[in-house]
């Protein structure tokens, strides 16, 4: 028969961490605004709302590895907040936005990015423990949301017709949707370290950043994250000694990680080595 010891750790088990989960709630919560702010025709507030849902979607992991309080159900939970946030409300911004007028072309490139942003995730999940942390296979699916509320939020704020740019909001939307799906490198980041020190010039830099973000916010994320977007095809084909389908999409081979990998530490070394001799 079970002990009161043994039922006080069952019950602390089967407890939900309220504060990451919190964070998560907020970023679904904003996805599912910016749904409802499209249906409304409030585009603007609708591309904003994704844009917060990143910011909540940043913090969630970060809160929950510096506290000490990861979970299998916050994982799950971030995954199926993700999908709501940076999937169905992108593709439905965008959508109500300048796809409706395109029959079914319209909704076929809103469901292309939907399933690119589930597939992406599915994959993510699956080679988390696999993967060379310092990228990601594909376009991951809060990059490609920022691209596509960007747009909205440019139009939008620049009152530009939808009906003259509905072919090119439905070109974007259906490149971002297969972009996540595609094994092409992207930069994580993740190999920064984030609490070393640094000069004076990088903070100045910085605040620099944060001053030119808000002269144009709108069109200032939407350049930054449409060249990350074009960044991946770009460090993809100068990392590899020849191009193969499994470099571009497909399940990719053995072979042809260990080529990147290879040839990317090779000019990690070189870079390393340059700095010891400067």
């Not at 990451?20 to 749904?35: D, E, K, Q, R, V």
């Not at 310092?134 to 939008?156: K, N, T």
């Not at 191009?243 to 990147?260: I, P, T």
């Amino acid at each position: 028969m079970p002990t009161n010891t043994e039922h006080r750790t069952n019950a602390k088990n089967r407890g939900i961490y309220l504060l990451p989960n919190l964070l998560t709630t907020a970023g679904l919560f904003s996805g599912f605004f910016a749904i409802v702010a499209s249906m409304n025709n409030h585009f603007e507030s609708a591309a904003v709302a994704i844009f917060i849902a990143m910011v909540f979607d940043g913090l969630d992991g970060r809160v929950a590895r510096m506290t000490n309080t990861e979970s299998d159900f916050g994982a799950e939970y971030d995954s199926m907040a993700d999908i709501v946030s940076f999937g169905m409300a992108p593709a439905l911004v965008m959508y109500n936005w300048a796809l409706h007028d395109l029959g079914k072309l319209g909704w076929l490139a809103a469901f292309i990015f939907v399933a690119g942003g589930a597939l992406r995730l599915a994959r993510f999940n699956a080679n988390i423990d696999t993967v060379d942390k310092r990228f990601f296979q594909g376009l991951a699916i809060p990059s490609a949301a920022a691209i596509i509320a960007g747009a909205v939020w440019v139009g939008s704020k620049y009152a530009i017709n939808p009906s003259d740019v509905h072919y090119v909001a439905a070109g974007l939307t259906i490149v971002c949707g297969l972009l996540m799906v595609s094994n092409f490198r992207y930069h994580s980041f993740k190999d920064v370290d984030w609490r070393g020190r640094v000069s004076f010039m990088v903070i100045l830099i910085i605040v620099l950043a944060f001053v030119i973000v808000a002269t144009e916010p709108s069109l200032v994320l939407f350049s930054i994250f449409l060249l990350y977007a074009i960044s991946g095809p770009i460090t993809t084909f100068r990392t590899v000694k020849k191009l193969k389908l499994e470099h571009v999409v497909g399940d990719a081979s053995d072979e042809c990680c260990e080529q990147v990998d290879t040839k990317a530490a090779s000019k990690a070394e070189k870079s390393s080595v340059s700095a010891k001799s400067d």
